[in-house]
């Protein structure tokens, strides 16, 4: 490496916008492109990304990776790319779940911990937009029955069903606000909370317990499988 710091790349191509984010020295660096060519997308925005950091791929000592849910092709592609350069550079690999990612940006919004403090038994929730009228759903709870990938009927029954007041976070389609699909029944996290952050990522990237099962996929939905056929 070009420097004694630890250089660390964090990454999500799951989804658009693609995004890349450095830092090195103290600085943080970004690149976000849009589109669902994730595949077409990453080494090019990866490349400038490098030039605007003055860096290279040698000096990038930790990759930090959003491992799903999202597309299939898009989430391969960062995963391949992770394990060549473990493999290659003996790069240290962490992951985490676009689940996680938006919990760790709702728990330290004050939103919701003016939300957690009115309601003690509260629960959080995240809701991701899958494709056309399907949704992936985590409820972070005592059951720990992990993610869910539901049609729009079935998000909002299971939504209702709940017990316990529900503070959900996340996102609908093309990434607008989930006001227009759960309704106003519900506490929601401000957007900024549902937006990857580049510094948020960074600081997940350096806790080492998203070592564990860093190059593990979460697919949930099967490539060209849909809950709902189009009519």
Known sequence: MQSGKLVTLAMDTSASPLLLTLEKDGKIYTVR????????????????????????????????????????????????????????????????????????????????????????????????????????????????????????EELLARLAAYAQPLFIAGSDKDGAGLEGLVGSGYALAE???CKLQPARLLEMAAEERWTKDALEPLYLKPARFELVKPV
């Open 33 to 152: 492109r849009k589109g669902v060519k994730q595949e077409k997308l990453l080494f090019p925005a990866l490349h400038t990304l490098l030039a605007k950091a003055g860096a290279s791929l040698n000096d990038i000592g930790r990759i930090f990776l959003i491992r799903g849910p999202g597309r299939f092709t898009g989430i391969r592609i960062s995963l391949t790319f992770a394990s060549m350069m473990k493999y290659l550079n003996h790069t240290e690999v962490r992951g985490t779940t676009m689940f996680e990612a938006v919990r760790f940006q709702t728990l330290a919004s004050r939103k919701f911990q003016t939300w957690q403090k009115q309601h003690p038994q509260g629960v959080l929730a995240v809701v991701l937009h899958a494709f056309r009228e399907e949704y992936f759903l985590q409820i972070f709870d005592a059951k720990n029955e992990g993610p869910a990938w539901l049609s729009r």
């Open 191 to 193: 957007p900024k909370a």
